[in-house]
């Protein structure tokens, strides 16, 4: 009875404070610190069904706003830019309070943010930067550039050339290794790749590491829109001009789990994966399903978990201080500067998974059933 009473009171309490603050609704160009959370949207823009990060993150955010009694508009763009655009300027028009994006070119969105800044609502970048525009208003992603540094530790441990405590292998190399970036228009590639071949390059300089088909610049091993048969295709090439001598790939250093699927598809084909010829290590991101099962069967050899369920925490979190005036609180503000600012950052932690510790990172931590693992499909 007493509790009825007293959600009755905060009710009035909070139907007088909303008539205090002269009743602004969503998407007006005011505060929102007064409107009750059922009359907020929050735009959450993904850029693709394909990959099955983008779907666990968005599932994630939407669930997280939800809870908290936010309605939710979830748009994916299927990897077009047009779309992307669209959707977002949708979400504006639409009276949406804050944007949470993904871009898929991290370019291309300067007007929309132009259009929301003039409204008001605030932009968070959703572990893409967004770049070229001052009208980023925070950031929430990993620390990128030691993705790429993990990828090409495991890399150098999967060679021998590394123990797994990071301490010297007893392997001497010279290996035949061959690399691939991301997509050129989205700013994480970049960093990954520094990561990657500041890592890798006291091995290329001493000589125990050689990039036999000599592409070693990143706008010669980007794969556009981060394309799985993109990716096949480029490692068919390679072995055909470049292993056409009877040499083999000995390491392949790949920054997302689909590329690295098709690489291993193409190194099937032309006959790797065997015990006379076996299959290369190839690096990983994302923890995908379908790699975990493949690292599992010890396919692949590992790939970097990034826990999409705190990335949307965070990105929840910056959501509502927003909401409520207040500022999110960064934990880097000098790394992500976007061409035009810095812009402020929380960057959340990486592991590197290796068929030894799925158990521990992604079965014990709910992330996965041993059942998915094993099927290599998540429920
Ligand atoms: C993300 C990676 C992902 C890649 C492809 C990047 O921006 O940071 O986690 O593998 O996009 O979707």
């Given at each position: 009875m007493s509790r009825k009473i007293l959600v009755a009171l905060g009710g009035v309490a909070l139907a007088l404070s909303l008539a205090a603050c002269g009743g602004e609704g969503a998407g007006s160009d005011s505060s929102t610190s007064g409107d009750k959370p059922a009359d907020l949207t929050i735009g959450v823009s993904m850029p693709t069904q394909t990959s099955e990060r983008w779907i666990a993150d968005g599932n994630s955010v939407k669930e997280k706003l939800t809870a908290k009694g936010y309605k939710v508009d979830l748009q994916y763009a299927n990897d077009d830019i047009p779309t992307q655009s669209q959707q977002?300027?949708?979400?504006?028009?639409q009276g949406a309070d804050v944007l949470i994006i993904a871009a898929i070119d991290g370019t291309a969105l300067s007007s929309q943010l132009q259009a929301a800044a003039d409204k008001k609502i605030p932009v968070i970048a959703y572990d893409r930067l967004i770049r070229d525009s001052k009208n980023v208003d925070f950031y929430v992603s990993f620390d990128n550039y030691k993705v790429g540094v993990a990828q090409a530790n495991a890399l150098l441990t999967g060679l021998g050339l590394l123990k797994a405590d990071g301490s010297k292998g007893t392997a001497t190399g010279p290996f035949n290794i061959e690399l691939f970036a991301g997509s050129l228009d989205d700013n994480n590639a970049h960093f990954f790749f520094s990561g990657a071949m500041?890592?890798?390059?006291?091995?290329?300089?001493?000589?125990?590491?050689?990039?036999?088909?000599?592409?070693?610049?990143?706008?010669?091993?980007?794969?556009?829109?981060?394309?799985?048969?993109?990716?096949q295709k480029r490692m068919e090439d390679l072995l055909t001009k470049s292993y056409n001598d009877g040499s083999k790939v000995q390491g392949v250093?790949?920054?997302?789990?689909?590329?690295?699927?098709?690489?291993?598809?193409?190194l099937q084909n032309a006959g790797y994966g065997t015990a006379a010829n076996p299959m290369p290590p190839v690096t990983g991101q994302d923890a995908e399903i379908a790699s975990v099962k493949l690292i599992n069967d010890g396919v692949q050899n590992s790939t970097i978990f990034k826990d999409t369920r705190l990335l949307a925490e965070q990105a929840v979190i910056a959501a509502e201080a927003f909401l409520q005036d207040k500022t999110p609180t960064a934990n880097d503000t000098k790394t992500y500067d976007n061409g035009v600012k810095v812009v402020p950052s929380y960057l959340l932690p990486v592991v590197t998974v290796y068929k030894d510790n799925i158990k521990k990172e992604l079965i014990d931590s709910g992330y996965y059933t041993a059942e998915e693992v094993a099927a290599g499909q998540a429920k």
């Open positions: 977002v300027d949708q979400m504006i028009t500041d890592t890798l390059k006291p091995f290329v300089d001493g000589g125990t590491v050689k990039v036999k088909s000599g592409q070693t610049k990143i706008e010669q091993v980007a794969i556009l829109r981060w394309q799985q048969e993109t990716a250093l790949s920054p997302y789990d689909g590329l690295s699927r098709g690489i291993i598809t193409a």
